[in-house]
């Protein structure tokens, strides 16, 4: 069983550096400008100092927030293994009620429209 992990390992290994070398893009292709590095929301061509849109820095903090947030529900899950208690099941619903009051009230304020007026 050992050996059969050994030679998968080594087949797999194989396959993925054959990949690697029929889909590597070499620089003298003439696509260094698609191997430059990409930084979203910034023409790579521009100058440096350029300012950026304040929308886009706003939906950025948003996303951050909400995707914090979201991320504190994992370890219920956890907890409602171990028990299942009423107290639990009302606190993770208070939490998402507050999580959706805030997504609404964003919504409204208009932050989360990337195009608005």
Do not use: Q
């Not at 886009?56 to 995707?67: G, M, P, Q, T, Y």
């Not at 208070?94 to 609404?104: C, N, Q, V």
């Amino acid at each position: 069983m050992f050996f059969a992990g050994v030679i998968f390992a080594f087949l797999l290994s194989s396959v993925l550096l054959m990949v690697y070398y029929f889909t590597y893009f070499s620089m003298e292709s003439g696509l260094e400008e698609k191997m430059t590095p990409f930084e979203c929301g910034f023409d790579p061509l521009s100058k440096m100092r350029t300012p950026f849109s304040t929308r886009f820095f706003l939906l950025v903090v948003l996303f951050l927030i909400f995707d914090v947030e979201v991320a504190l529900l994992f370890p219920v899950l956890s907890a409602f293994t171990s028990s299942s208690s009423i107290m639990i099941l009302v606190i993770v619903l208070a939490f998402i009620a507050i999580l959706l009051f805030g997504m609404f009230h964003e919504w409204n304020e208009g932050a989360l429209d990337w195009v608005s007026g």
